[in-house]
């Protein structure tokens, strides 16, 4: 399939100024950048502190307007509001508001897109249950911690369907459990098609999970390129056995010292990354049932994601795609837990089978709530650009 004639991003000479009250040119954050960015894409936007990686983002949502150069978006300006719509957006810091529940944020949220009442509710389910929230639905945003936010934030990010993903450093004060599931999320997301642009520091976050990154420095493209030609080492060789034994290592040694000088190649076990260590010590004290006051919803997404057919049929109906043919597995495959319980339900309910319990209705704001509500929704809306 030929992704690249109708490209979902395309810059060309893109720059921005950021300008004093007397506009005096004061920052060049974004200088004369030409990139492409494909459906189906993740492309990571990398560079330190300052170098224009959410000057460009905010560009691409149309927060900003460039000082020069052209920019489209899914083939229109990334002002129009029909390219707003299909666009799920995490900002860097979380604009949620504080008095809202989980439940009410998305559901303001969807409301903003026109989705249906049904449909919010359908959605918001599965979106708590995919960040591991589902515990915490009703209590208020304000109260959570820097990670929960985030949870809830990229949960709002995909309450409208969208085609393409902005995730700006999406794992950001997320613990690693967290940081697995944004990347299983992300993965799921590519696989349906969707195309993802993720800022981010932690650079094995990125490696993990993107195709391709640009590098950027004072707002200029230092470096681009898929991971593999960036980072392969052509000029060196890893071969991976089953630990040797003292005989053929002594052999395998002897024939290398044929060929090259002793400091010229060694011979060591791999180490595995903390990140895996960590998180089978994690997996460990879970089945032991350690008792943790911390987010405990991290297990719950990893059930849910790790299985592939069933995360996928979840993710299809959540992102309106047909809901597979065959049904989700035979029952017998999954295992007796309680979390894997809880996503059979979930997929009975996606595949149409009887529903085994109704979602609450959504509780009405109170007074002080909906005043506030009111005040934030100008505010969001013109963000999301509805007033437009
Ligand atoms: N609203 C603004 N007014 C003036 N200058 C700005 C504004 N926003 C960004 N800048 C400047 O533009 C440059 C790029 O900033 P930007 O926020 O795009 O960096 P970044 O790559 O996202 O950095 P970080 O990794 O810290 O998030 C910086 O020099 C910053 O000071
Ligand atoms: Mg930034």
Redesign the pocket.
């Known amino acids: 399939m030929d992704n690249t004639a109708n490209p979902v991003v395309r810059a060309v000479g893109l720059t921005?100024v950021?300008?004093?009250f007397w506009g005096r040119p004061?920052?060049?954050?974004?200088n004369d950048i030409d990139f492409e960015i494909h459906e189906g894409e993740v492309v990571g936007?990398l560079?330190?502190?300052?170098?224009?990686?959410?000057?460009?983002?905010?560009m691409l949502l149309g927060l900003?307007y460039p000082t020069g150069g052209q920019l489209s978006v899914l083939g229109r300006s990334p002002r129009a509001v029909e390219t707003k719509r299909e666009i799920g957006y995490l900002p860097?810091e979380s604009y949620l508001y504080k008095y809202l529940t989980a439940e009410e944020t998305l559901d303001f949220f969807g409301a903003l897109f026109n989705l249906s009442a049904a449909e919010r509710r359908n959605r918001i389910d599965q979106l708590l249950d995919m960040v591991g929230m589902e515990h915490a639905r009703r209590r208020r945003v304000g109260e959570f911690s820097k990670g929960m936010q985030r949870r809830i934030g990229l949960a709002q990010a995909m309450i409208n369907d969208p085609d393409l993903l902005i995730l700006?450093?999406p794992t950001s004060g997320l613990d690693p459990l967290g940081c697995r599931e944004v990347k299983d999320l992300i993965m799921a997301l590519k696989r349906r098609g969707k195309t993802v642009i993720v800022?981010s520091?932690l650079l094995s976050d990125v490696e993990d999970v993107c195709d391709r990154v640009i590098i950027?420095y004072g707002?200029r493209i230092r470096a681009t390129g898929t991971l593999n030609e960036l980072l392969t080492v052509k000029q060196e060789t890893r071969i991976v056995t089953p630990e040797l034994s003292p005989e053929t290592t002594k052999k395998l040694l002897e024939l290398l010292r044929g060929d090259f000088r002793e400091d010229e190649f060694s011979v060591d076990h791999p180490r595995r990354s903390l990140e895996s260590y960590f998180l089978d010590v994690i997996e460990q004290a879970k089945r032991e049932s350690v008792e943790t006051a911390g987010v405990v919803g991290g297990g719950k997404i990893a059930a849910y994601l790790s299985e592939d057919e069933k995360s996928d049929a979840a993710l299809a109906s959540l992102l309106k795609e047909e809901t597979p043919e065959t049904p989700a597995p035979a029952p017998e495959a999954v295992k007796a837990e309680e979390t894997a319980a809880r996503v059979e339900e979930k997929i009975d309910a996606l595949t149409g089978d009887e529903p085994k319990q109704q979602s609450a209705p959504m509780p009405e704001p109170d007074e002080e709530s909906r005043q506030n509500l009111e005040a934030a929704d100008e505010k969001l809306a013109d963000l999301l650009g509805k007033n437009r």
């Open positions: 921005k950021f300008r004093d004061k920052a060049r954050a974004v936007l560079g330190p502190n300052g170098s224009g990686k959410s000057t460009t983002v905010k900003l860097e700006d450093e800022t520091h950027l707002g």
